[in-house]
């Protein structure tokens, strides 16, 4: 039987996949044709989809943009035997978008049905955990350990290291925690991951698990995910079936039991801390560190914390080696990141390449510049808490320590790219908003500084006392990077002071009289 | 039957199905939303007496997150994105175009209790901005068109 590949992830569904799923199958019917549709994930090429590929005798070949009103004239100029057509484009993997990435990671999504455990199976998945119940514990961390994987959801932790602590924490129980928060704007790597290929992160919670002696984990999901939801939970389901899941693992005599948990629209839990209160069954207060999860974590009991891609990036660490993943990258930053290209860019979508490309190869070359045709004049990258980075920083590489060099921040590597019409006074504000709606509360210059800073940059844009109140904003920054308990309170100035510093003119601020 | 007669039977059953569930009081609140849509204020003493909690701890966790609500919603909800994403592709015009379009403000159910509108922060939709979803659909590359024709559907298939 033809097999027909349509995706099921988030993006595609908002363009119309469902439908293009559904009056595909009718009109085949209709001719008395016979087809297998797999729903599968994402290839992250998201200008391309509604995305339909064919399986056909020389590999498979795709067709897209496709609209419902495409569907007729595809089948009939033999789309089911890969034939030409206007929205042909051929092995979608030899496109240039596709064919200089590093997929590790990702290396299935969109190409597997993602809660088939015989296609995960097919295509390599359960190797890093096959491999992973022959070692000691302590040889599992010291392959994550020599990968030189670093924290993906944001502050860029050694996981090695922060295995070694749980793993050497006293307790009975130990927990994994994945942190499926996501609430950056501009990022869509986790819901990928979990929509397109759920197997590799509970894969790498189980690796996890047996790597520091937890027999449960918790996937703390953010409510905006819906499909995520579906996915994961079909998955973990079929994982219990066959015993990837359980008290007895394979056969080898060790358990571990995973659930979903969903979150309730609050940002702050994506911070580690509030993460687990939240688990607990509180509000999502951060609390003060020491002690470290790792330590005292979920119920009090050591807990390794870890970001959806983090885990997701362990398989492969367990199947080929640490040193085969730490080949890749530059500097301190070493192996892959899935990049998230988002906002005004005309080839918006995700592609997973190793550490040190320029955000100039990723805008331009990647993205083809902005979608409204006008210059680019300013990238977000990191999410909410990101600096935001002008033309003159375009040659910056993607790298945890040149970022950090210009008081810029790489983050869950989620890209928002605005055009020359941004008023980036309304930016800065913006940010300050956010923290105002997002702060969970506890710290001083966090709750009541974003209020302030709100206040202060209306009276810039106003013309109010300018530079006594660019003074204050510019204090009212410091105290919030120096006296707050967390990132929220810490960051939130780095957006503010980039907007301030880079494009003063927005502020109203004579560029040449004010520059200090 | 109404009030919390009507949903009594509903809430006890979610009470005991999450009795031995460690860390359940955000299962729970999920549970009685999904089920009636809201959490209705005179089911906080029942969860208090539940978990062994005071009221105020309750009510505290359901107001500090944003998803919970505590009136009844609209027959759909529609969530607007608002994040940066979605701002650099023209999603505050949308924003006005979708309030004025439902003669609501965010929070608010239109008068035919059709639509309920409430601000997400990011739908993970970024690549396609600007981004809607209601109910559970997720809709990208929303312009005030396409946003017409999205309510008109659910309009329809309401009729
Ligand atoms: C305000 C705030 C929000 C955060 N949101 C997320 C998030 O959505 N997802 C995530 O993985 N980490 C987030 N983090 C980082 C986590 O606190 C933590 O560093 C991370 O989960 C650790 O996992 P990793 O080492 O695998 O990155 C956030 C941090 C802060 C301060
Ligand atoms: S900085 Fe803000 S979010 Fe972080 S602990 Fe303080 S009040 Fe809470
Ligand atoms: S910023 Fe709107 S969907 Fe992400």
């Known amino acids: 039987m033809i097999r027909v590949f349509i995706s099921r992830d988030s993006t595609a569904l908002s363009l119309g996949a469902n439908l293009v799923a559904d009056n595909l199958q009718k009109v085949v019917a209709d001719k008395g044709l016979d087809i297998e549709l797999v729903r599968n994930g994402s290839r992250g090429l998201f200008w391309l989809e509604p995305l339909i590929e064919v399986e056909t005798a020389s590999g498979r070949v795709a067709y897209g943009p496709v609209q419902t009103s495409d569907i007729p004239s595809l089948i009939d100029n033999g789309m089911l035997q890969g034939k030409d057509h206007p929205l042909y484009l051929g092995d979608i993997e030899a496109l240039p978008y596709f064919k200089d990435q590093h997929r590790l990671t990702f290396a299935r999504v969109g190409k597997t049905n993602p809660v088939s455990l015989d296609d995960y199976v097919a295509h390599d998945g359960y190797i890093g955990l096959n491999n992973a119940l022959s070692l000691t514990p302590e040889d599992i961390v010291k392959q994550v350990t020599d990968s030189g994987l670093r924290g993906r959801g944001g502050a860029a932790f050694p996981t090695g290291i922060k295995w070694n602590t749980v793993l050497n924490a006293p307790g009975e129980q130990k927990y994994i925690v994945c942190n499926a928060d996501e609430g950056d704007s501009g990022t869509f790597s986790d819901r990928m991951i979990m929509e397109g290929d759920p197997f590799v992160l509970i894969e790498g919670m189980t690796i996890a698990g047996l790597a520091v002696g937890a027999t449960r984990g918790y996937i703390y999901l953010r409510i905006e995910y819906p499909h995520a939801y579906v996915a994961l939970n079909e998955a973990i389901q079929s994982a219990y079936e066959r015993g990837y899941l359980g008290d007895d693992i394979l056969g080898s005599g060790k358990a571990f039991h995973l659930e979903v948990r969903r979150g309730a629209g609050a940002y702050i839990c994506g911070e580690e801390t509030s993460l687990l209160e939240s688990l607990e069954g509180k509000r999502g207060l951060v609390r003060f560190k020491p002690p470290l999860p790792a330590i005292i974590g979920l119920f009090g009991k050591p807990t390794v914390v870890n970001n959806v891609i983090s885990l997701a990036s362990v398989p492969i660490i367990l199947d080929k080696g640490g040193d085969y993943y730490r080949d890749y990258g530059m500097g301190r930053s070493r192996g892959t990141l899935p990049i998230q290209l988002a906002g005004n860019i005309k080839y918006g979508g995700l592609f997973e390449v190793a550490f040190g490309i320029t955000l100039r190869e990723i805008l331009y070359d990647y993205g083809g510049g902005s979608a409204s045709g006008r210059p680019i004049r300013a990238v977000q990258v990191g999410g909410p808490l990101g600096a935001y980075m002008p033309e003159s920083q375009f040659d910056t590489p993607l790298d945890y320590e040149s970022f950090s060099a210009i008081e810029a921040v790489l983050g869950h590597g989620g890209i928002v790219v605005h055009d020359d019409s941004v008023d980036m006074a309304e930016m800065a504000r913006y940010a300050m908003e956010f923290c105002v709606e997002e702060s969970c509360g506890k710290c001083t210059p966090c709750r009541i500084g974003s209020v302030r800073g709100v206040e202060v940059i209306d009276r810039i844009v106003k013309g109010i006392q300018k530079d006594k109140n660019t003074t204050l904003l510019r204090d009212l920054c410091d105290t919030m990077i120096a006296g707050s308990l967390c990132a929220m309170g810490g960051m939130t100035p780095y957006p503010v002071l980039s907007a301030l510093n880079y494009f003063p003119e927005d502020f109203g601020i004579n560029v040449d009289a004010d520059a200090a | ?159």
């Not at chain 2, 701002?87 to 008068?111: C, P, V």
């Not at chain 2, 209790?113 to 109910?135: D, I, R, T």
């Open chain 2, 1 to 159: 039957m109404h009030g919390y007669d009507s949903y009594k039977q509903e809430i006890d059953d979610i009470l005991k199905s999450h009795e031995s569930m460690p860390g359940n009081l955000l299962p729970i609140l999920h549970a009685i939303q999904d089920s009636l849509g809201y959490i209705p204020g005179d089911s906080v003493p029942v969860i208090a007496l539940a978990l062994n909690q005071s009221n105020a701890e309750i009510h505290g966790v359901i107001s500090f997150y944003h998803y919970f609500r505590q009136t009844p919603p609209g027959k759909n909800t529609i969530r607007l994105c608002r994040a940066e994403s979605c701002q650099a592709m023209n999603g505050k015009a949308l924003e006005k175009y979708a309030q004025k379009q439902l003669e609501i403000d965010w929070h608010e159910t239109t008068s035919d209790g059709q639509f309920s509108l409430e601000p997400f922060y990011c739908l993970g939709n970024c690549a396609c901005s600007p981004a809607l979803s209601v109910n559970n659909e997720v809709y990208g590359r929303v312009t005030p068109q396409r946003f017409d024709e999205v309510i008109a559907s659910y309009r329809e298939a309401a009729e």
